[in-house]
């Protein structure tokens, strides 16, 4: 089945402690993403890759970094959680190296206190 | 600012209505995206519609799209119950590598 997982699906952490969500997608898609969605503010870019090794900044990185050294994962490291991240966040992918129709992952609810 | 803002905020229809919801934008596009998300889930994508084109059916949805008054409206036809999500669209940005999303309109549709 055609998918994008993400894991953790739910995470409460403290301010400070390092965490990694991790997203895989196995439909071999080139481009993949990050989006946070907060309520009233629709869904923000917080990174993008259109290909391994080839990652850009969205519309509000600050405060996360994105690897992508496998075409299939492109995991979202905070490396410093701040309690402004507290959100609902989703992975997506797309085939090519643009934004045509894009998967999306179910989601992975953070909480940092 | 958002790109892409979506009208009505929320809508609350009968089963069997049709439900329209609207969408602007300030810039120039490549594309146009409509998405749907049920309550907390994972969005799913419902139409694309390019710069060059008009109007756009996939079933019981109808997309139109008005370059020169940058907005699009999509049109969901004889509503049903389980129509019932948050649907919002998507604009393509940054040279076609970035989706920027509006803030959606919450339809409900009422047995």
């Known amino acids: 089945e055609a998918q994008v997982t993400q894991n953790p699906r739910y995470l409460i952490t403290v301010t400070g402690k390092k965490l990694t969500v991790t997203c895989s997608q196995n439909m071999n898609h080139e481009y993949m993403s990050w989006y946070r969605q907060d309520p009233g503010l629709g869904l923000r870019q917080i990174y993008y890759?259109?290909?391994?090794?080839?990652?850009d900044k969205g519309d509000v990185p600050e405060g996360y970094k994105v690897s992508r050294k496998e075409k299939r994962n492109f995991p979202l490291i905070l490396e410093s959680p701040s309690p402004n991240q507290t959100s609902l966040y989703f992975c997506?992918?797309?085939?090519?190296?643009?934004?045509?129709?894009?998967?999306f992952g179910p989601g992975t609810r953070l909480t940092v206190t | 600012s958002q790109q892409g803002e979506e009208d009505p905020q929320a809508l609350s229809i009968q089963e069997g209505e049709n439900a329209t919801m609207n969408c602007s934008y300030k810039t120039s596009i490549n594309n146009l995206q409509w998405y749907r998300q049920n309550s907390g889930r994972g969005l799913v994508h419902l139409i694309l519609?390019?710069?060059?084109?008009r109007e756009k059916h996939s079933g019981r949805l109808r997309v139109t799209l008005d370059t020169s008054k940058k907005s699009s409206s999509l049109l969901i036809t004889a509503s049903r119950a389980a129509d019932t999500a948050s649907y919002f669209c998507?604009?393509?940005?940054?040279?076609?590598?970035?989706?920027?999303f509006g803030t959606g309109t919450q339809l409900k549709v009422e047995l």
């Open positions: 998507a604009k393509e940005t940054g040279g076609g590598n970035k989706l920027t």
């Open positions: 890759s259109m290909n391994v090794e080839v990652t």
């Open positions: 997506a992918s797309s085939t090519g190296t643009s934004v045509y129709e894009q998967y």
């Open positions: 519609i390019r710069s060059n084109e």
